[in-house]
């Protein structure tokens, strides 16, 4: 299984459509790619299958000339069946290990982490990344167990060495803060899917964590 570079889970979307007040889907994506994304992650909750799978081969189509990885959320069938990149799974879906076996080996795995009951877990599963959310509370998932704030993310930073990608009520004003916890990469789903410029939003995001992510392998090199 070939080790997935963790800049590719820098600045990661999360897909809403409800959140998107009519515009559609691809536009929404294709203003986020040029604004600068590293990925995709189309989440798509109440789709028929074969509405979800129609949806995942439009992007799939948009964003591989461009480079930028689609990761399925839950569904591994869809995953398989429209050469996603990557897939990401919760703790109520199929478990890890058993993906695994299904998938193609380079389809990489995320798992969402609410715990550090769960991150304990993850030790020794073939995973490639952990989801930890919410960090701070948000509207767009009420569904939540406790908030981990920029302490837990510190902790479940000091915990494992997988790469971290930080989700939950994350924005332009607190992104640093929360990269400097200890996050590897920041997802958001209302910062870009609601947003009235989704491009300039992306733009500056993934300046922020361009920004921090190179000053601190500059720290890492000099020492
Ligand atoms: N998992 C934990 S919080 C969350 C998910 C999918 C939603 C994050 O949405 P937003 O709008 O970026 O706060
Ligand atoms: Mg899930």
Known sequence: ??????????????TDQLLM??????DVVSAAVRGGVSCVQLREKHLP???????????????APHHVPLIINDRIDIAMACGADGVHLGQN???VSDARKLLLPDIFIGWSVESIEDVRQSTGLPLDYLGVG??????????TKTDWGLSG???????TALPLVAIGGIH??????????GADGLAVVSALCAAD???AAASRFRSLCDEEINARRTWWRSR
């Open 1 to 14: 299984m070939a080790r997935l570079d963790p800049d590719v889970l820098r600045f990661y979307m999360v």
């Open 21 to 26: 007040r009519g515009q559609p889907l691809a």
């Open 49 to 63: 299958g074969r509405e979800f799978l129609a949806q995942a081969l439009m992007l799939k189509r948009l964003l």
């Open 93 to 95: 879906d199929l478990p």
């Open 134 to 143: 919410p960090i701070f509370a948000t509207a767009t998932k009420t569904d």
């Open 153 to 159: 993310l510190a902790r479940v930073r000091a915990a």
């Open 172 to 181: 332009a004003g607190n992104a640093g803060d929360v990269l400097r916890a």
């Open 197 to 199: 410029d989704p491009q």
